[in-house]
């Protein structure tokens, strides 16, 4: 976790949901199984560290099959975690993925899916909008987060504006003025979610995307935490 990150949150009281793809800062697009169990164990004890702050996410990749099953059944039903992670290392509508959606919806938690639209396709199984709404068809109960809207996030807003079991993350991608507008006016306020994406993207420069966004104070607390929180059970509510 990144030494500055963590001091912001802390300093503001500010609950984060965290997930780890690779030690040291190396992140790992194609782990092994020992990896991934390795990448959780370090964001469970950052969140022994940091009760009621920091959120893990469970990262596992669906070449694992079954063995990934039962790493989400040890992070999010015994650990705590609070969704599941899916990176590049398989597109998100292979068949893999379905007995992970499916232990998804019996837990009650979101994947957070990352979707990238660019120029060139330098990762072959990186998945795009189009399969996740493939996956999100296939199980309209599920909750989906598609993080970075994409990157090019007027194509991914849309792409996913008709499934509405989707909602994006604003991570990732440069914070161009209009684009948390056009997420809300395209998707409601309550389908949009504040991501950092940090240690890869500067925290402050992420949320002045949030506060400089034409919308209103409501729509901005809801996007900035009250969203997340309601996603993920923190308000009380059911996850």
């Not at 802390?10 to 030690?23: H, I, T």
């Not at 199984?125 to 109960?141: G, Q, T």
Request: aromatic fraction near 6%; proline fraction near 5%; hydrophobic fraction near 40%.
């Amino acid at each position: 976790m990144d030494a500055e990150f963590l001091a912001f949150a802390e300093q503001w009281r500010m609950p984060f949901a965290v997930s780890c793809l690779g030690p040291n800062g190396r992140m790992l697009a194609y782990p092994t199984f020992e990896e991934c169990v390795r990448c959780n164990d370090m964001v469970l004890d950052l969140m022994a560290k940091r009760p009621g702050l920091a959120y893990g996410f469970c990262y596992v990749s669906q070449a694992h099959e079954h063995k990934a099953v039962e790493e989400i059944r040890r992070c999010v039903r015994d650990g705590g975690m609070r969704g599941i992670k899916l990176w590049v290392a398989v597109k998100c509508d292979d068949e893999r993925t379905f007995p992970i959606a499916e232990e998804a919806i019996s837990l009650g938690v979101p994947i957070l899916q990352h979707s990238y639209l660019r120029v060139e396709e330098v990762l072959p199984e990186e998945s795009k909008p189009e399969h996740i709404v493939s996956l999100a068809r296939r199980y309209p109960e599920m909750k989906m987060i598609m993080a970075h809207m994409a990157l090019r996030w007027r194509e991914g807003i849309d792409a996913v504006a008709d499934c509405p079991n989707v909602s994006v993350d604003t991570s990732g991608c440069d914070p161009e003025l209009g684009s948390v507008e056009y997420a809300v006016e395209r998707l409601g306020v309550e389908r949009v979610l504040f991501g950092s994406d940090a240690p890869g993207r500067d925290v402050l420069c992420q949320i002045g995307r949030i506060m400089a966004a034409d919308i209103s104070e409501t729509d901005r607390a809801k996007i900035l935490c009250g969203n997340a929180e309601k996603l993920l059970g923190l308000d009380g509510g059911a996850a």
